[in-house]
């Protein structure tokens, strides 16, 4: 049983009363109240960190509980004495979303090309973040105590599409499992240098390269290069396993547009796996080495191609299980226009990239 008192002292805290039923057998504390606060959407990890912070008392008494591993029994009550969330360091920034789902707990939006998701040295304006805290404001129920976004996965500045983002704890710890777990679809458009087939010898003699119906699958680890600390590389010792499947989705001549399957989500996976197997994706100035489209080509497609200013990669699609209503979400995301100008430039039009 759990009950919401009053705010504290005239403060946003709020005190909530929580008892043991009476059905339950010993459980851990921070295990027990995370059951009982459910319904407040405070994790457990949360409630670990409120209990280790002296605000989980006895109730009646107000001894404080610091121990979360402190086995509970039936009929026991608790005080926990939850602080408003902090104010988010960075500032909200009216930019425009699009927003393609969206609850009290989370919401999944299309990241357009050139948006950073996180402040960093050299971004700390115009991420986003700062449009989500704009966006969201009072509706950021807190994560860990701060009234900010869950970023619980990201894709690069100059990759565009879908990204969930959680709005209150239970969500964030929610998809954090899901991610962790490896049960979230996520899958990419991409266009890549080449068509990747089975009758490459190069490509079939790779020991990270198998076949299955209608995919690639490439496997390897991926960690930081010993040469370059900014790029990712494949085959390091200590790297991290990384599963991607790729299928062919159209014959561009030159190119080809693949889906690419994420089993796992390292750090630039998908770049870096296909540019291991030899097709490195269009404008991807890290990890792609510069091609030169065919003469076949007119002349101004071919100017246009080699001038496409970002690694033609799209998040399309995203599915998981809601993490507090259970309830399955899948959102999608059309093929951007670049990208399709793109293509249509390497089966010989002469459309041209707007900036």
Not at 189 to 214: C, I, K, Q, T, Y
Not at 312 to 326: I, K, S, Y
Request: net charge neutral; hydrophobic share 35%; glycine share 8%.
């Amino acid at each position: 049983m759990t009950d919401a008192l009053p705010p504290v002292d005239g403060s946003d805290a709020s005190l909530l009363i929580v008892t043991i039923p009476e059905d339950s057998g010993p459980a851990r504390l921070d295990k027990a109240l995370a059951l009982l606060c459910e319904a407040h959407s405070i994790s457990r990890s949360r409630l670990r960190a409120l209990i280790e912070g002296g605000s989980v008392t006895t109730h009646p008494g107000g001894k404080p509980m610091t121990d979360a591993s402190r086995k509970v029994r039936a009929g026991d009550s608790f005080a926990i004495d939850v602080p408003p969330p902090l104010p988010a360091t960075p500032e909200p920034e009216d930019i425009p979303l699009t927003v393609l789902y969206e609850d009290e707990h989370l919401i999944v939006v299309d990241k357009p090309v050139g948006m950073v998701v996180h402040p960093a040295p050299g971004s700390w304006t115009g991420t986003l973040v700062n449009a989500l805290l704009h966006h969201c404001g009072d509706s950021l129920s807190g994560i860990g105590g701060e009234r900010r976004p869950g970023i619980v996965h990201r894709i690069d500045k100059d990759t565009s599409g879908i990204l969930v983002v959680a709005k209150s704890d239970a969500a964030h710890h929610g998809l954090s499992e899901q991610f962790a777990a490896h049960t979230i679809e996520r899958l990419y458009r991409a266009v890549v240098w080449g068509l990747p087939s089975r009758a490459d010898a190069r490509l079939s003699g790779l020991p990270s390269v198998s076949f299955e119906p209608g995919r690639i699958r490439i496997e390897t680890t991926i960690g930081r290069s010993r040469t370059d600390r900014k790029k990712m590389a494949v085959n390091i010792e200590d790297g991290r396993h990384a599963i991607t499947r790729v299928a062919i989705s159209e014959n561009l001549g030159a190119a080809t547009m693949v889906e690419c399957q994420l089993e796992t989500g390292r750090t630039h996976q998908i770049r870096v796996h296909l540019a291991h197997i030899g097709h490195p994706l269009v404008g991807d100035q890290t990890y792609g080495r510069a091609r030169i489209p065919p003469n076949s080509l007119p002349e101004e497609a071919r100017i246009a191609i080699k001038a496409f200013p970002r690694q033609a990669l799209h998040a399309a699609t995203l599915g998981f299980t809601h993490p507090v209503t259970g309830v399955a979400v899948r959102c999608s995301s059309p093929i951007p226009q670049d990208i399709t100008e793109l293509c249509r430039l390497f089966t010989g039009g002469t459309e041209r990239f707007s900036d």
